[in-house]
Nanobody, 116 residues
Framework: VQLQASGGGLVQAGGSLRLSCAAS????????MAWYRQAPGNKRELVAL???????NYVDSVKGRFTISRDNAKNTVYLQMNSLKPEDTGVYYC???????????WGQGTLVTVSS
């Protein structure tokens, strides 16, 4: 399984970015898809998750600003990030959970830097 993440970059506070993560290499169904982030010196934290049925969950700090979505036909998950803040800075990782073999996989990470 390969996860290819893209869309990170440098943006000013208040700006927007859209992250994408495309999964390939497996014939099995994907369950949950999620985005995590890790800021310097901090633990990796769950930012947003979307189930196969389309239910979503967000960490409180991004509610109302970030939107997670998925395209099941393309095995791709997106994270639309609006009204970005400097505290959103970090490496963003996608995580994809497969029905078989019953485990999840990590993307390589994409850096998001928000300047004040």
């Amino acid at each position: 399984v390969q996860l290819q993440a893209s869309g990170g970059g440098l943006v000013q506070a208040g700006g927007s970015l859209r992250l994408s993560c495309a999964a390939s290499g497996s014939i099995y169904t994907i369950n949950d898809m999620a985005w995590y982030r890790q800021a310097p010196g901090n633990k990796r934290e769950l930012v947003a998750l979307i189930t196969r049925g389309g239910n979503t969950n967000y960490v409180d700090s991004v509610k109302g600003r970030f939107t997670i979505s998925r395209d099941n036909a393309k095995n791709t998950v997106y994270l639309q990030m609006n009204s970005l803040k400097p505290e959103d800075t970090g490496v963003y990782y996608c995580n994809v959970d497969y029905v078989r073999p019953g485990r999840s996989y990590w993307g390589q990470g994409t850096l998001v830097t928000v300047s004040s």
